[in-house]
């Protein structure tokens, strides 16, 4: 079921703040900040890039840096010439964090040239960091939206995640479970079920969710859950009905789940979107 293992991000929504587009000619750091990740392309020129961990690597051709954490780094020009650079801050709703950092990397690096969709859809974004036109945010998030949808596509095709929704996702019999509980996130679903659709006994399904998770298959599905009802808040729909689509009997036991996940009520969360 690979065509569908993406299927669980369909909903993702990231906004993307570009904040330098040009050439850059001395050190930049970027540290800690409240921003939730970082977007970089190097169009052209080299960078020596400074990592978390203290570890330095040379990036000699054009390249994404994605971090999916706002962690500390520094990028140094090679060239007296300078590195041609875009770089976006990115968001996430707290939902999203919630099953997208546990899915990926802290930071990838993927040269550009071997995989031209990617390129394809960077080449879109420097036409918009190039122009300051109308719309240009609105385009810049929904094209990194694109970009970041793609990196996880290269993750799960490399087959080299070990643990994470994407490694999830890319077992044949966890990802069953977990696309079917994704279009139907209404329907009671129960340990059982989920272990039937995946062709496993419950007690091996359990094991082997939480093995490649990191957490178990009721803390998924109550993170799914409140995920969606953030979605349905932020457009206006009641605190009733969202609960009925979120898969709650009622707007109390929404309210209880939501809360322990997000810290506050869904009236609360409504009023401060």
């Not at 050439?23 to 960078?47: I, K, Q």
């Not at 062709?199 to 093995?211: D, I, L, N, P, V």
Request: aromatic share 8%; glycine share 6%.
């Amino acid at each position: 079921m690979r065509s569908d293992a993406l299927s669980v991000f369909d909903h993702l929504s990231i906004r993307a703040s570009l904040f330098f587009a040009g050439r850059l000619c001395s050190g930049a750091d970027f540290a800690l900040t409240e921003t939730d990740g970082y977007l970089h392309v190097l169009r052209s020129g080299s960078l020596l890039v400074e990592m978390p961990a203290g570890q330095s690597l040379l990036i000699d051709r054009p390249s994404l840096l994605f971090y999916s954490l706002p962690l500390k780094h520094r990028f140094t020009p090679v060239d007296p010439a300078g590195a041609d650079l875009v770089c976006s801050s990115l968001s996430f709703t707290k939902g999203d964090r919630e099953l997208f950092l546990r899915a990926i990397p802290p930071y990838v690096i993927l040269p550009l040239e071997p995989d031209r969709r990617i390129k394809s859809a960077l080449d879109l974004l420097f036409q918009e960091a190039d122009h300051n036109d109308a719309g240009q945010q609105l385009l810049l998030s929904r094209l990194s939206e694109v970009v970041v949808i793609q990196v996880m596509r290269h993750l799960l095709l490399s087959g080299a995640l070990r643990e994470g929704l994407l490694a999830a996702m890319s077992d044949v019999q966890l990802s069953r479970a977990l696309t079917a509980i994704n279009e139907r996130l209404s329907h009671p679903w129960t340990l059982n079920e989920a272990a039937q659709l995946a062709g496993m006994s419950r007690t091996k399904f359990a094991q082997r969710f939480k093995e490649t998770l990191g957490y178990t298959f009721g803390d998924h599905l109550q993170r799914c859950r409140v995920n969606l009802a953030e979605r349905l808040l932020r457009s206006g729909i009641p605190v009733k009905q969202v609960a009925h689509q979120a898969g709650y009997a009622n707007a109390s036991a929404l309210a209880r789940a939501f809360k322990q996940q997000t810290g506050m009520t869904p009236g609360d969360y409504r009023d401060h979107e």
